[in-house]
């Protein structure tokens, strides 16, 4: 199913260029520097049940999809918050998703678990209804072997370190659990504050009071709540192995408040009392506390802007969070960072790693912003652009401005660990594509692009990252 030169030029020139260049890239380890696997998989290593909970429930790119053209997702055995009735035979499961197979034509996800049915399960027959349970079967038999328990998938895919993202109110257990098991994979943790940065997060108020549980701090006062956040983003450090930090919020809005003017907005978004206006203001304000932190302890920031989450109140009541509703949203940034740039944007020290969602501000905001001050970097194509057109828009807007340098590489963000491989090939495909037509122009010297893909694909996220 998978054709040698997928997603290289047709032109024959750049094409042989391309093959060389990936012939450098193919079999370098994966840094995967953030993402939302499961750390307990590599805590535990057991078995994943079946080939429905390794591929469809966990993964909200295909059951949304299945979801947009009205199959529901207690069909499709997604869990409810409510404990409610959902479809628990995997082999119905994996049947829908075969039935519309159709769906997914010209699709990431269609290219990305071709990939791995192909590469990672040995299927050489496209998925179908008619091979559905064919391809199952294969599937399922090759989960019940060791092979394929989640630490041994890990080596073979030639995964040097992976990073998961957790609440600071997660007790890190399973990371606890990996370090102490004497495994060599490597498995860090992210720290992602937005349940007790946000005011309209749901739960916030309690979230508050267990964070000053969990840390022995008086959470129910400025001092006090941010030293709670720090206390967190150390043991994060020292029980996770977190290089990084990772924000979530709705924009990319920054303050720099008085410590007045901020204690008064925390105390409103305690009391509940606090408008939509001034829990906007509240997160840009602990974005810029965030940075100090961060200039303070090392960990990176990344800052992932412009999704209106759960957009679906209906998904949102019967399923929870993460389930396929997140639309993207149009986001400015040169005057949203200016006050978190006044202060802390020319630290050299201080790494901000910006994505963003609206493809119209590439060239002309955050190529320029991250083409001058020190402390910016820009993240690959994010979500529903991480495909082969946004991959190829991203380097066609922001390299002439920024340059490859002031970015960071790949990272897969992704809940699916058998995608994992498919989208670095992804990424390192497109890279070289790109680089082989600057090479057929006579704007890049060969030797060159073979250096510049091997940092595109490996050292520029190691780097960025600290891994």
Known sequence: MLHPDRLFPSDPTQRAIARRLYSEVSA??????????????????????????????????AFRMLYSQGI???????????????????RKIWRLLAANWHLFRGTPTRMWLDHAFETV????????????????????ACLRTPE????????????EVLATTES???????????????????????????????????????????????????????????????????????VGG???TDHGHPTALTADLSRAEAEALFDKALRGTITAAEAELFRGQMLTEMAKMSLEDGLVMQIHPGSFRNHNPVVFDRFGRDK??????????????????????????????????????????????????PALRLGPSWWFHDSPEGMRRF?????????????????????AFCSIPARHDVARRIDVAFLARLVAEHRLDEDEAAELAVDLAYRLAKNAYKL
Do not use: C
Not at 73 to 78: F, I, R, W
Not at 121 to 140: M, N
Not at 173 to 191: D, N, P, Q, Y
């Open 28 to 61: 370098l380890p994966i840094v995967s520097p953030h993402g939302h696997t499961d750390p307990s998989w590599f805590a535990k290593d057991e078995a994943f049940p079946d080939p429905a909970a390794l591929f469809v429930k966990p993964d909200h790119y």
């Open 168 to 238: 600071p109110l997660d007790p890190l257990e399973h990371h606890k659990a990996i370090r102490a098991s004497g495994w060599k994979g490597r498995v860090v943790t992210a720290f992602r504050p937005d349940p007790v940065v946000d005011p309209e997060f749901e739960g916030f108020q309690a979230n508050v009071e267990q964070l000053g549980a969990i840390t022995g701090e008086n959470t129910l006062g400025w001092t006090g709540y941010l030293a709670a956040l720090a206390n967190r983003r150390r043991t994060f450090k020292e």
């Open 121 to 140: 399960f040995g299927v050489t027959e496209r998925l179908s209804a008619e091979s559905a349970d064919r391809i199952y079967d294969q599937i399922e």
């Open 242 to 244: 977190a290089t990084s």
């Open 148 to 159: 394929y328990r989640p630490r041994a998938l890990f080596e073979r895919f030639n995964i």
């Open 324 to 373: 396929g509703a997140d639309i993207p949203s149009q986001t400015e940034y040169v005057r949203a960072l200016k006050p978190l740039l006044d202060r802390f944007g020319n630290e050299a020290k201080l790494t901000i790693i910006l994505f963003t969602l609206d493809e119209t501000s590439y060239s002309r905001e955050l190529a320029p912003l991250a083409g001058h001050y």
């Open 395 to 415: 380097r066609e807007m922001v390299t002439e401005t920024a340059g490859f340098y002031n970015t960071v590489g790949f990272n897969d963000d992704t809940r």
């Open 72 to 90: 529901s997702m207690e069909s499709l055995g997604v869990p409810r918050k409510d404990g409610g009735p959902v479809e628990t035979d995997s």
